[in-house]
Nanobody
């Protein structure tokens, strides 16, 4: 059974930075595409970024150039470095893990990111 635990959220001023971490427990971490989704109040959950075991990444257009996703396969960790944060980045951020084609995603409980002055 896969479990995901996020950390690193908080309150930051516009233009500031945060680093989110996601700890993966379970087997076969290298098989999983890891990602981050976010959900703002009153909005649908949206995909922010994903990374494969070969470190291929994809980003939501609005975060390109500001967010960087990385993974440490040995530690079974995923890191989301968020720079130049904007108020519209405010949301609960969820770590996601899924083996391509499995249609069985796993989710963490989420961590709140608030960007406000």
């Amino acid at each position: 059974q896969v479990q995901l635990v996020e950390s690193g959220g908080g309150l930051v001023q516009p233009g500031g930075s945060l680093r989110l971490s996601c700890a993966f427990s379970g087997r076969n971490f290298n098989f999983y595409v890891m990602g981050w989704y976010r959900q703002a109040p009153g909005k649908q959950r949206e995909l922010v970024t994903t990374i494969t075991s070969a470190d291929a990444t994809n980003y939501l257009d609005s975060v390109k150039g500001r967010f960087t996703l990385s993974r440490d396969n040995a530690k079974r960790m995923v890191y989301l470095q968020m720079n130049g944060l904007k108020p519209e980045d405010t949301a609960v951020y969820y770590c996601n893990a899924e083996i391509p084609g499995s249609f069985r995603p796993y989710w963490g409980p989420g961590t709140q990111v608030t960007v406000s002055s």
